[in-house]
Structures are given as structure tokens and as C-alpha cells.
């Protein structure tokens, strides 16, 4: 009898029609104007932030999400630190996250000086559960002029950073309700959610603030960049303010008034990412036909499924990902190895957050689906040249 991992790999390998020896889980494109609009920046000697293509850039993220600023950064890491500090996010508070996600969002807080405070995911979105964060807010929290109260900790929760997973939307009217209704903030961690949108609105644009991110890896890339989005001037002139070393305007005199950051995105990058937005419309196209694909031959599978888009949302489909009907870190690891063995690459999700050494001690709430989901995901191949097979 077949094993799990065996019919696994057949799927993919009927799938992906694999003819190379290797299929890497996600590689980026280049077959626009990456190179002329590279040549005509190096050309114009303009290759740090000045320039025509940083502002170019800027705006077509502008019209392509609808925020009304976009500020581009040199990652996705540094835009959600900007987006706290914004905020006023300081040394001491805490603020809500959740456990399933990458690394960066975590570390943003604590260049802050700010502590992670973990929020459980729900299975229909692998993002925050708002009504799980409503019940441990009920426990935990208290209002009072100031904002939000941890009445266990005595800290100020300023913050909540969801996190729209592999490009599949939060369920956004459920938590900005709570966190309006607690006072809190919210910043989008939209790394991974280029082109995905709830209910028609694309995502970044419910939180005051939004980081987006132009990996090697994401959905479109600048090699390394990253962009905060907001439709607030006031938040964005201060975010523009910030990453420019709190320069003061003058014709030539260097004034600054308080430690800045020098995190704007060189024009460079932005030359490769005026590029690649050209070309994003077809990424979404082909992603999304490679997501279809999947879910059609893993329907008669048992015991595992292709993750699908929530209801209310439409995901970009950035990373695709498989699901054990239960939690099985055993079988997870033998479908990694077959897989891997194969020469398709696949990746668990990352290992929760309050797992990891340097979070261990942060507060968090009872993380049961996350722990579930961390022996259920498998991430397969996405790269959008899949969906032209
Ligand atoms: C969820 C999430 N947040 C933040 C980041 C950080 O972005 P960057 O790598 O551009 O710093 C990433 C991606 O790398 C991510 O996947």
C-alpha cells in the first residue's frame, strides 16, 4: 500500500509536470524591465533615495493597494518598526501578535523595547482569532484614559500586529472591532500579502499602519525592501521623518532632531520594484492558477488538504501550503523528508515564536491551534512559472 508521503509526492510530481531535478519552493521573475529600469537608475546616478524611481515606485504600490501614502523601506522588518515607533510604541508595552508567524515581527517589538504578548490563530484563516483575543482581553485587560491595561503584567498593551499567512487575509472587521473596542492599535504585518484583499479592500488598509515586504522570496521582490502603507498624513510624514534621519529640511545644513533611522529603500531597488509591480498583476494570475490546480489533485486525497482562500477574501496565494487533517509531527517530518527527497522542495511553518530562546518568558494566551498547526503545515512549491505548466 501506498504511503501518505508517497501519494504526496506523486501529486506534486503530476502537478508541478516535473522534468528538472529540483523545484525550489519560490523564486522571483525578471523577465520585465528589471534590467533597462536598473541601467536607467545607475545612468542617472541617482542610486540612493533621491531620484525618480523611489518616488515611482511608491506610487504605483499607492494605486495598486489604494493607501493613500506608501513609504518604501530597505525591508519588511524596518517598516514594522517605523510603523510602531509611529505609533508610539515604547519601552515597556506590549504588544499583541501572533505566535504563527515569521521571526520579524516579533523582533520589530523588541527594537522598540516592547514586549511580544502571543495571540492563538484560528484554522479558517491561519491568522489571529479575534474572538479567541476577545476572551483573554476579558481576563487580562482593563481600559482606562490611557489606553489598554495588562492588569497581569501592569503593562500598557499600545499594540496588535496581525498577520495576514502566506497571503490568506485576517478576518479584519472581526479584530478591528476588538481592538477598537480595547483601544488598541493596529498595524498590519502584510508581508506576505501583496495583492490579497478582504473583502474587496486590499489588506494593510484597515490598521492605522502597514508593512509590506520585497524579499528575494515574496511576491514580487526589490531584492531586499519593504514599504509601509497608511492612509494617515500625519503618521506618514513622521514614518518619512523617522527613516530619514530625523533630517530637518534646509538647503544644506545637517540638522537633526532626535536619533533617526536611515531605513529608506535605495532607488535601486525601487528600479527592480517599478519592474516587477508591471509584472504583478500576471504573478497573481498564474499563482492563483497553480493554487487551483493543487486543490483539484489533492481532492482525493484523505487525511490531507491544499489550504484554500477564507471566505470574504481573496489571497494572493503567495506561499501554498498543505494541511494533515490532525496534528502529526512524525508523519510532517516523513512528508518533509519523501518530498525533499524527491527534489521538491518543501518547508515546515516557522517554529512558534514563544518556542523560540529569546521569547520563551513574553505573555501569551492558550496557543492550542497554533501548536496544532505547527504539526500540520507543509509548505509546497509556489513560484508564479508554476502556474504556466
Ligand atoms: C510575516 C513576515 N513579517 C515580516 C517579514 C520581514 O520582511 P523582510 O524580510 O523584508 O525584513 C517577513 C518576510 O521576510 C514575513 O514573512
Given at each position: 500500500?501506498?504511503?501518505?508521503?508517497?501519494?504526496?509526492?506523486?501529486?506534486?510530481?503530476?502537478?508541478?509536470?516535473?522534468?528538472?531535478?529540483?523545484?525550489?519552493?519560490?523564486?522571483?521573475?525578471?523577465?520585465?524591465?528589471?534590467?533597462?529600469?536598473?541601467?536607467?537608475?545607475?545612468?542617472?546616478?541617482?542610486?540612493?533615495?533621491?531620484?525618480?524611481?523611489?518616488?515611482?515606485?511608491?506610487?504605483?504600490?499607492?494605486?495598486?493597494?489604494?493607501?493613500?501614502?506608501?513609504?518604501?523601506?530597505?525591508?519588511?522588518?524596518?517598516?514594522?518598526?517605523?510603523?510602531?515607533?509611529?505609533?508610539?510604541?515604547?519601552?515597556?508595552?506590549?504588544v499583541?501578535l501572533?505566535?504563527?508567524t515569521?521571526v520579524a515581527t516579533a523582533n520589530a517589538v523588541n527594537?522598540?523595547?516592547?514586549?511580544s504578548?502571543f495571540?492563538?490563530?484560528?484554522?479558517?484563516?491561519?491568522?489571529?482569532?479575534?474572538?479567541?483575543?476577545?476572551?483573554?482581553?476579558?481576563?487580562?485587560?482593563?481600559?482606562?484614559?490611557?489606553?489598554?491595561?495588562?492588569?497581569?503584567?501592569?503593562?500598557?498593551?499600545?499594540?496588535?500586529?496581525?498577520?495576514?499567512?502566506?497571503?490568506?487575509?485576517?478576518?479584519?472587521?472581526?479584530?478591528?472591532?476588538?481592538?477598537?473596542?480595547?483601544?488598541?492599535?493596529?498595524?498590519?504585518?502584510?508581508?506576505?500579502?501583496?495583492?490579497?484583499?478582504?473583502?474587496?479592500?486590499?489588506?494593510?488598509?484597515?490598521?492605522?499602519?502597514?508593512?509590506?515586504?520585497?524579499?528575494?522570496?515574496?511576491?514580487?521582490?526589490?531584492?531586499?525592501?519593504?514599504?509601509?502603507?497608511?492612509?494617515?498624513?500625519?503618521?506618514?510624514?513622521?514614518?518619512?521623518?523617522?527613516?530619514?534621519?530625523?533630517?530637518?529640511?534646509?538647503?544644506?545644513?545637517?540638522?537633526?532632531?532626535?536619533?533617526?533611522?536611515?531605513?529608506?529603500?535605495?532607488?535601486?531597488?525601487?528600479?527592480?520594484?517599478?519592474?516587477?509591480?508591471?509584472?504583478?498583476?500576471?504573478?497573481?494570475?498564474?499563482?492563483?492558477?497553480?493554487?487551483?490546480?493543487?486543490?483539484?489533485?489533492?481532492?482525493?486525497?484523505?487525511?490531507?488538504?491544499?489550504?484554500?482562500?477564507?471566505?470574504?477574501?481573496?489571497?494572493?496565494?503567495?506561499?501554498?501550503?498543505?494541511?494533515?487533517?490532525?496534528?502529526?509531527?512524525?508523519?510532517?517530518?516523513?512528508?518533509?523528508?519523501?518530498?525533499?527527497?524527491?527534489?521538491?522542495?518543501?518547508?515546515?511553518?516557522?517554529?512558534?515564536l514563544?518556542?523560540l530562546?529569546m521569547f520563551?518568558?513574553c505573555?501569551?494566551?492558550?496557543?492550542?491551534?497554533?501548536?496544532?498547526?505547527?504539526?500540520?503545515?507543509?509548505?509546497?512549491?509556489?513560484?508564479?512559472?508554476?502556474?504556466?505548466?
Open positions: 500500500m501506498k504511503t501518505l508521503a508517497g501519494s504526496i509526492v506523486e501529486i506534486l510530481a503530476a502537478v508541478l509536470s516535473k522534468k528538472s531535478s529540483y523545484v525550489p519552493l519560490h523564486i522571483p521573475e525578471f523577465e520585465g524591465n528589471e534590467k533597462d529600469y536598473v541601467a536607467e537608475c545607475i545612468d542617472s546616478n541617482f542610486v540612493s533615495y533621491l531620484g525618480q524611481f523611489v518616488n515611482r515606485f511608491e506610487g504605483m504600490l499607492s494605486d495598486f493597494t489604494g493607501a493613500k501614502r506608501v513609504l518604501a523601506m530597505v525591508n519588511g522588518t524596518t517598516a514594522l518598526h517605523i510603523c510602531l515607533k509611529v505609533l508610539g510604541v515604547k519601552a515597556g508595552d506590549e499583541l501572533p505566535a504563527l515569521f527594537y522598540c523595547g516592547a514586549v504578548h495571540v492563538d490563530v484560528e484554522e479558517k484563516t491561519l491568522g489571529m482569532d479575534p474572538i479567541k483575543l476577545r476572551e483573554h482581553l476579558g481576563e487580562i485587560a482593563a481600559i482606562d484614559e490611557n489606553g489598554c491595561l495588562n492588569k497581569s503584567s501592569g503593562a500598557r498593551i499600545r499594540a496588535c500586529i496581525p498577520m495576514h499567512t502566506f497571503g490568506h487575509p485576517v478576518d479584519m472587521d472581526a479584530l478591528m472591532e476588538v481592538c477598537n473596542d480595547y483601544h488598541i492599535d493596529v498595524v498590519e504585518d502584510a508581508a506576505e500579502s501583496l495583492g490579497a484583499y478582504y473583502k474587496g479592500r486590499h489588506t494593510g488598509g484597515f490598521g492605522r499602519v502597514a508593512a509590506l515586504s520585497f524579499n528575494g522570496n515574496k511576491i514580487i521582490t526589490t531584492g531586499g525592501g519593504g514599504a509601509i502603507m497608511t492612509n494617515e498624513d500625519g503618521l506618514a510624514d513622521l514614518a518619512r521623518h523617522m527613516s530619514t534621519t530625523a533630517k530637518m529640511p534646509h538647503k544644506w545644513e545637517y540638522r537633526h532632531d532626535m536619533v533617526g533611522f536611515n531605513y529608506r529603500m535605495p532607488a535601486l531597488n525601487a528600479a527592480l520594484g517599478c519592474a516587477q509591480m508591471e509584472k504583478l498583476p500576471g504573478f497573481l494570475t498564474r499563482k492563483r492558477r497553480l493554487a487551483q490546480k493543487y486543490q483539484r489533485a489533492f481532492e482525493s486525497l484523505d487525511k490531507v488538504r491544499f489550504f484554500v482562500e477564507p471566505e470574504s477574501a481573496k489571497s494572493n496565494y503567495w506561499l501554498n501550503a498543505l494541511l494533515l487533517e490532525k496534528p502529526d509531527m512524525a508523519l510532517r517530518n516523513t512528508i518533509l523528508e519523501a518530498t525533499n527527497d524527491a527534489g521538491i522542495m518543501t518547508r515546515p511553518v516557522w517554529t512558534l514563544h518556542k530562546p520563551t518568558s505573555p501569551r494566551m492558550d496557543l492550542s491551534v497554533s501548536e496544532g498547526l505547527e504539526a500540520r503545515i507543509i509548505n509546497i512549491p509556489s513560484s508564479a512559472c508554476l502556474g504556466d505548466i
